[in-house]
């Protein structure tokens, strides 16, 4: 299957800054996109997810944006937390698939 | 809330032994899924199942086969452990049908010695 991919694997942010976590995926045919976060020692965690009919969805201090003009997804996090310190997963899904995850980006917020 | 339990945090076994990892969800979920992680690599699905008594290969089963005897029961069994082995494994269920949103235990850090 195709992959996902991410531009940056690591991330330094000032706490109180946005962060934005980007991610590539080469599946035109996905029309189901998930975030995930894992901190260290633990599981995935589902953030948010959107599906292919949007554009944009937002959560509590998280938006997530989908440009399928060029299959990209990013992840934006308001007023970072140290608690947002994590790897945080995009992943994709086209109907009657399975999700196909990314291999992470490492988010560090700096106090 | 939802809940899947994996049973041991931390394993370690030596080289050829039968290794079983246990997976419990709570949330009468239809779908479970074995997965490994790797630095670098991401998640790898290992097996799934869709039903009881259901298995299905993921993109690396080499080496592993599963058991889903009861609906909230899904064990991932490692038939001889081998060095390659050594990895974190996640455990993950879903709702079913339509609904891909995977819910993940803590992780299983495995070391094959």
């Known amino acids: 299957g195709e992959s996902v991919g991410l531009h940056l694997p690591t991330l330094s942010v000032q706490e109180g800054d946005n962060s934005i976590i980007n991610c590539a995926y080469s599946?035109?045919?996905?029309?189901?996109f998930i975030w995930y976060k894992q901190e260290s020692g633990k599981g995935p965690q589902f953030i948010i997810d959107?599906?292919?009919?949007?554009d944009k969805r937002q959560g509590q201090r998280v938006t997530v944006l989908l440009n399928k003009t060029v299959k990209h997804l990013s992840l934006q996090i308001a007023a970072t937390q140290p608690g947002d310190s994590a790897v945080y997963f995009c992943?994709?899904?086209?109907?009657?698939?399975?999700?196909?995850f990314g291999a992470g980006t490492i988010l560090r917020v700096k106090s | 809330d939802v809940k899947v339990t994996q049973s041991s945090r931390y394993l370690v076994k030596r080289t050829g032994e039968k290794v079983f990892l246990e997976c419990v969800q709570d949330?009468?979920?239809?779908?479970m899924f074995w997965y490994r992680q790797d630095p670098g690599l991401g998640l790898r699905l290992i097996y799934f199942?869709?039903?009881?008594?259901?298995?299905e290969k993921g993109d690396i089963p080499e080496g592993y086969s599963v058991s889903r005897e009861k609906k909230e029961r899904f064990s991932l069994i490692l038939e001889s452990a081998s060095t390659n082995q050594t990895s974190m494994y996640l455990c993950?269920?879903?709702?079913?049908?339509?609904?891909?949103?995977?819910?993940f235990g803590s992780g299983t850090q495995l070391s094959v010695l």
């Open positions: 993950a269920s879903s709702l079913g049908g339509r609904n891909e949103k995977l819910f």
């Open positions: 199942s869709y039903d009881v008594k259901m298995k």
């Open positions: 949330m009468d979920h239809e779908n």
């Open positions: 992943a994709e899904n086209e109907y009657g698939n399975k999700l196909v």
């Open positions: 599946n035109s045919a996905s029309d189901y």
């Open positions: 959107i599906r292919s009919n949007m």
